[in-house]
T-cell receptor, first 114, second 115 residues
Framework: NAGVTQTPKFQVLKTGQSMTLQCAQD?????MYWYRQDPGMGLRLIYY???????DKGEVPNGYNVSRLNKREFSLRLESAAPSQTSVYFC?????????????FGEGSWLTVV | AQSVAQPEDQVNVAEGNPLTVKCTYS??????LFWYVQYPNRGLQFLLK??????LVKGSYGFEAEFNKSQTSFHLKKPSALVSDSALYFC?????????????FGSGTRLLVRP
């Protein structure tokens, strides 16, 4: 079972470069999320899409944009990468519609901005 | 503000001994509570959750957690630790009426089980 698949796994960017992290889920989930993980800070929500056609800012949206391409895919774009965006990025999904539904995570994308 | 606190950065326990990883929360209204585990260079894996009903929730790999509403806690427990349980553990909460369905995470607790 693939679950949540995100690419690339590892990426090194130079300051000012742009890139897009891709995410797809095969569980027919309505809601999708992008989190970043930094040491000692847990996971912080960047953007989320509660359902297809909608996107909203999370806790730390500055410097990022997202696109909910269809029900399966939710991409995260860094327009002009900064060293502060060095982090591990996780895409996640859930059925939505009920707050008790479990969120399932991808394997992560390690991004270094130099 | 809604938040989750994991007061211990690291918990050390000997293999075979019981373990507890602590979590307290602050939300408006009733909470839905979750525990996830993360192994090195991997994503988060769901362990268990509390929605309603019995305060003792059983999950994967022999873990369980006890919801205590008066103490606003949701501590993760296991009767007998294994070396393979060594990992990073995250507690998370979702407010009952949050229509975004997003999770609020604690900062994580590293569990080290020594042989």
């Amino acid at each position: 079972n693939a679950g949540v698949t995100q690419t690339p796994k590892f990426q090194v960017l130079k300051t000012g470069q742009s890139m897009t992290l891709q995410c797809a889920q095969d569980m027919n989930h309505n809601s999708m999320y992008w989190y970043r993980q930094d040491p000692g800070m847990g996971l912080r929500l960047i953007y989320y899409s509660a359902s297809e056609g909608t996107t909203d800012k999370g806790e730390v949206p500055n410097g990022y944009n997202v696109s909910r391409l269809n029900k399966r895919e939710f991409s995260l774009r860094l327009e002009s990468a900064a060293p502060s965006q060095t982090s591990v990025y996780f895409c996640a999904s859930s059925e939505g519609g009920f707050s008790g539904n479990t969120i399932y995570f991808g394997e992560g994308s390690w991004l270094t901005v130099v | 503000a809604q938040s989750v606190a994991q007061p211990e950065d690291q918990v050390n326990v000997a293999e075979g001994n019981p373990l507890t990883v602590k979590c307290t929360y602050s939300v408006s209204g009733n909470p839905y509570l979750f525990w996830y585990v993360q192994y090195p260079n991997r994503g988060l894996q769901f362990l268990l959750k509390y929605i309603t009903g019995d305060n003792l929730v059983k999950g994967s790999y022999g873990f369980e957690a006890e919801f205590n509403k008066s103490q606003t806690s949701f501590h993760l427990k296991k009767p007998s630790a294994l070396v393979s349980d060594s990992a990073l553990y995250f507690c998370a909460v979702r407010p009952w009426m949050d229509s975004s369905y997003k999770l609020i995470f604690g900062s994580g607790t590293r569990l080290l089980v020594r042989p």
